[in-house]
């Protein structure tokens, strides 16, 4: 699985960001649930929403409820992460990743994409 994060950028409290993660290869399955993460310096990496294969299901961090909002393009074999209310707390690089929905939630899957930096300025 070849996975590919855009849309991170540097925004003002307050602000809003959409993450887009690409998934392709031939290892990729729809079936596979998807995920986000992100890592600070000062942090491990740690799950912050992940999404069933269908859709119709998504676990979040307690830190982020609220405010994002993870939805999939089954089509594009995408998932976005819509993160609104940012706080500087949220400064980290995102990753994303995709496997099976078990490996994803326990934060053990083989591939992650090379992640996207997200910094929000007080």
């Known amino acids: 699985v070849q996975l590919v994060e855009s849309g991170g950028a540097s925004v003002q409290a307050g602000g809003s960001l959409r993450l887009p993660c690409e998934a392709s290869?031939?290892?990729?399955?729809?079936?596979?649930?998807m995920g986000w993460f992100r890592q600070s310096p000062a942090k491990e990496r740690g799950s912050v929403a992940i999404?069933?294969?269908?859709?119709?299901?998504?676990i979040y961090a307690d830190s982020v409820k609220g405010r994002f909002t993870i939805s999939r393009d089954t089509a594009k074999n995408t998932a976005y992460l819509q993160m609104n209310s940012l706080e500087p707390e949220d400064t980290a690089v995102y990753y994303c990743?995709?496997?099976?929905?078990?490996?994803?939630?326990?934060?053990?899957?083989?591939?992650w994409g090379r992640g996207t930096q997200v910094t929000v300025s007080s």
């Open positions: 990743t995709a496997d099976s929905e078990p490996v994803v939630v326990t934060g053990s899957p083989r591939t």
């Open positions: 999404i069933s294969w269908s859709g119709t299901s998504a």
């Open positions: 290869g031939p290892t990729f399955e729809e079936s596979h649930a």
